[in-house]
């Protein structure tokens, strides 16, 4: 019975070892995680004004303003971007036609 102690004891040591390897993986893994969500954090939190105030805006927009864009036989250049933009995230030709 004491020799069956020793040798789980001897086991139960190496597998201590072991576990102490992986928590220090685990570790850096977690400081790399919360760095990397930092950052992302650092970079909504530069955009989220940006983006709330884009969307008060398209609260502004009435049907009479899309129907001005209609008639539009040359944009301007800013304009043709946001709507090549929107043709790409809906998946539609990026031209002004398509838009």
């Known amino acids: 019975m004491v020799e069956e102690l020793k040798i789980e004891s001897a086991a139960a ?42 969307i008060a805006a398209l609260d502004t927009l009435k049907a009479s303003d899309i129907s001005e864009v209609k008639m539009y036989q040359t944009p ?13 995230l809906m998946g539609v030709k990026q031209d002004w036609k398509s838009a």
């Open 13 to 54: 040591g190496e597998q201590e070892k072991t576990t102490a390897i992986d928590e220090a993986a685990a570790r850096k893994v977690k400081a790399n995680v919360m760095s990397i969500q930092s950052e992302c954090k650092g970079i909504l939190d530069e955009a989220l004004p940006a983006f709330n105030k884009a």
């Open 76 to 88: 301007k250049d800013e304009l043709i971007m946001v709507f090549s933009a929107v043709c790409l």
